[in-house]
């Protein structure tokens, strides 16, 4: 196990110089063999720098423990969760007489930011940790439940994108599985129900019931935020990291998960300065680590229903009727995805109508036929992705060809690959299923015949539709409902400062729009990342006027 290369950059050893610079900020701790430094469920902690002895890193689940690894001299324990303030996934237990510096997660922050060489260290060996234990297969909560349910699927897509570590138990493959909801006395019927560490038994729980134990929603401070962002797309990710390291207090929001659409791209072989691409998720857990690095506080899922703006008191309203004061806002809510008109597709809706292409949903479908409808880049690394999952892959296309709408390196991909072929000039016109998609009807416009595909899964990439219908009686949108921005709304009636907008302000002075949201922006993760991060300059120069 110890020969996989990531492991140097996941358990790094510190030197005798670098020590003694942070033991000025910390304290050393002594230990006896078998006490806990803490335990799963614990949070705000800290980090601890072993000098002496060992700390075992273990899984804790019922009463019974699985060790992870152990820390020795040098080492430090520790990962993402101490950067987002969630609590743990695994215990820290001494092993042998064990001396340590803690960390407080304040000192912690101060030194990554304050000393560039350690915080390189630390940074990546958190990320790299997270990744190697749900690699690992890290069992954390148990969710049971039917493939064919959409209560299971919301939360396995809410645990996975914001990187809970939870296993699944398919209540209809899983060997074992009726003994065991017997043995809670839970019928079939009463799932989902979640499996805490700790034992306790969760029936049907809600998405924030989980993202408030697990500390992904954490509690808001009640201050006034020099910037609220909203969505957590590559846009708002950017605007928040670029905001909190410029020293604004910015309070990041978001109604799911880091990532936005992108998040739940497969591959993303575009995107400058990765030439071998990357994942969406990758993309957007390495942008909240940056964010949170910063000092960004964010709280998901978080859905905000109400904004009113003030000249530098901005209010902006969230589901539960809490009211939030910013002195600046983004708007980087992103668009919500395009859903099919057709007999069958409301009823199917998250039973094997998908619009992720991730490897939760590739593992549902592996080795069945499937469908991907769309013909842009999303659709294109869709299909390029679960086609070594599924044993067909049809892709649906209303236009002549792929060409026009969609990157070139993905289309001579698709072309070279066999089990993937492009149906154009073609539509969905119905969907069949008792309980999951079981057939798809694909209309060929030319010939008006209808062609009956056998398929499991319908993975739909056609577009979308701005979230601005919380904002549209305070700012002003096009006829598609994007924000307008900058020189669009300089003649806007509504605009009576005597200066210009910024670029990226909306009809309200102080509110921002960036990303996909935006009207004229381009639909490209970097042009999103770009205009994030361009909207703090905008942020600062406002600032600047009204404290004038």
Not at 179 to 186: A, D, G, I, T, Y
Not at 409 to 424: D, F, H, Q, W
């Amino acid at each position: 196990m110890m020969t996989d290369p990531r492991y140097e950059t996941a358990f790094p050893h510190f030197s005798e110089g670098q020590i003694q610079a942070i033991e000025a900020h910390a304290r050393l701790l002594t230990f006896n063999d078998g006490d806990y430094l803490w335990h799963v469920g614990d949070a705000d902690f800290g980090c601890f720098i072993v000098r002496e002895g060992q700390i075992e890193i273990v899984e804790e689940f019922a009463g019974t423990q699985s060790h992870v690894t152990f820390h020795e001299p040098g080492s430090f324990s520790g990962d993402v969760d101490l950067l987002s303030g969630r609590p743990s996934v695994v215990s820290g237990v001494a092993r042998g007489q064990c001396k340590a510096i803690r960390l407080t997660p304040t000192c912690l922050r101060t030194i990554v930011a304050e000393q560039p060489d350690v915080g390189d260290m630390v940074l990546k060996a958190f990320i790299m940790r997270r990744i190697l234990l749900l690699e690992r297969g890290l069992t954390g909560l148990r969710i049971i439940g039917s493939r064919f349910s959409a209560e299971t699927q919301a939360l396995r897509e809410f645990c996975s994108r914001n990187r809970v570590p939870h296993t699944w138990i398919d209540l209809e493959h899983d060997e074992g599985v009726n003994q065991m909801l017997e043995s809670f006395n839970v019928s079939p019927e009463e799932t989902p129900v979640v499996l805490l560490n700790d034992g306790t038994l969760l029936k049907n729980p809600s998405v924030s019931t989980i993202a408030e134990r697990f500390g992904v929603r954490r509690a808001i401070d009640r201050i006034v935020y020099d910037l609220v962002v909203v969505g957590a797309g590559p846009a708002g990710l950017a605007a928040s990291v670029y905001g909190a390291s410029e020293g604004l207090r910015t309070l990041l929001l978001d109604r799911v998960a880091p990532g936005g659409q992108a998040g739940t791209s497969s591959k993303i072989e575009n995107y400058l300065g990765f030439p071998t691409g990357l994942s969406g998720q990758e993309l957007a857990d390495r942008a909240l680590v940056q964010a949170e690095k910063f000092g960004t506080m964010m709280s998901v899922p978080t859905q905000v229903t109400k904004l009113e703006c003030g000249d530098g008191d901005n209010r902006v309203t969230i589901d539960g009727g809490e009211e939030l004061h910013a002195r600046a806002v983004v708007l980087a809510t992103g668009a919500s995805y395009r859903k099919l008109d057709v007999p069958g597709y409301k009823e199917l809706e998250m039973a094997g109508v998908y619009y992720a292409a991730t490897g939760m949903e590739a593992q549902l479908c592996r080795g069945d036929d499937i469908v991907v409808v769309g013909a842009g880049n999303s659709a294109g690394q869709a299909a390029v992705f679960l086609s070594g999952f599924a044993r067909k892959v049809w892709m649906v296309v209303r236009g002549k060809s792929l060409e026009a709408t969609m990157s070139m390196y993905l289309v001579r991909r698709i072309a070279g690959i066999a089990n993937i072929e492009v149906l154009t000039e073609s539509e969905i016109t119905e969907i069949h299923g008792e309980h999951s998609v079981e057939m798809v009807e694909v209309l060929d416009k030319r010939s008006q015949s209808t062609r009956c595909l056998t398929a499991s899964a319908l993975f739909v990439f056609i577009g979308a539709i701005p979230q601005t219908e919380w904002v549209a009686e305070r700012v002003r949108l096009d006829a598609k409902g994007f924000v307008l921005t900058g020189p669009a709304v300089a003649k806007d009636p509504s605009w009576n400062l005597p200066r210009a907008p910024l670029f990226l302000e909306t009809s309200c002075p102080g509110i921002f729009a960036a990303g996909d949201v935006r009207s004229g922006s381009i639909k490209r993760v970097a042009s999103a990342v770009g205009e994030g991060s361009m909207t703090v300059a905008f942020v600062h120069e406002y600032l600047q006027g009204i404290s004038a």
